[in-house]
């Protein structure tokens, strides 16, 4: 079955930057777009970024751009968010998202299965 | 492009019929996502495409609208719905309604 799970989340302290992991199995990774998005305790979802299916395209959230960074190792079936300057804001729960229409350019924007999340605490 | 939810909560009983909306400040035609996040999960996709139930997502759920407002519709509500449900729009990139936070009485 379609699994995701994320890691790399912990405690950071501001100014410094992550990198977040999200390792897949169950589906041909290589022919899927995928997603990252985020929610802050107790808010709503926020949309950061996607990356289509061979990595050669990559959009984010106007609020976040030239902090954020998505990449793919279709050979390894793992997604990666970079991020950079990390302050308060950025505390919250990441998951990693798959597309829900195969071979889809650059992507279809229906999540449909995700991560469970990892937690990312910005604290000196 | 911004969504709003309304309401923002809502309490109802078992077996109630329940209607949220979820409005786009622009046109977004038919290209809405519904989502349900229950307490300390990962979301999951409920409706695609405004009105396109999700393979195995229970017939009681359904979505209407297009062009700026949309409905998520729960008939014979069950205890197992409570959870907090967002729009979200491709029309452009991707934004999310603030949610509505669902309880049973």
């Known amino acids: 079955q379609v699994r995701l799970v994320e890691s790399g989340g912990g405690v950071v302290q501001p100014g410094k930057s992550l990198r977040l992991s999200c390792a897949t199995s169950?589906?041909?990774?290589?022919?899927?777009?995928m997603y990252w998005v985020r929610q802050a305790p107790g808010k709503g979802l926020e949309w950061l970024a996607v990356?289509?299916?061979?990595?050669?395209?990559?959009y984010y959230a106007e609020s976040l751009k030239g902090r954020l960074a998505i990449s793919r190792d279709n050979s390894n079936n793992t997604l990666f968010l970079h991020i950079d300057r990390l302050t308060s804001e950025d505390m919250a729960t990441y998951y990693c998202?798959?597309?829900?229409?195969?071979?889809?350019?650059?992507?279809?924007?229906?999540?449909?299965?995700w991560g469970k999340g990892t937690l990312v605490a910005v604290s000196s | 492009i911004q969504m709003t939810q309304s309401p923002s909560s809502l309490s109802a009983s078992v077996g109630d019929s329940v209607t949220i909306s979820c409005q786009a400040s622009q046109v977004i035609k038919k290209n809405l996502n519904w989502f349900q996040q229950r307490p300390g999960k990962a979301p999951k996709l409920l409706i695609y495409?405004?009105?396109k139930l999700e393979t195995e997502v229970p017939s009681r759920f359904s979505g209407s609208g297009s062009g700026t407002h949309f409905t998520l519709s729960i008939s014979s509500l069950q205890a197992e719905d409570i959870a907090t449900y967002y729009c979200q729009q491709y029309e452009s990139l991707p934004t999310f309604g603030q949610g509505t936070r669902l309880d049973i009485k």
């Open positions: 990356i289509s299916l061979e990595g050669t395209l990559k």
């Open positions: 495409d405004a009105s």
């Open positions: 169950g589906f041909n990774f290589n022919s899927y777009a």
């Open positions: 998202a798959k597309d829900r229409e195969e071979w889809r350019m650059p992507a279809s924007y229906k999540f449909d299965f």
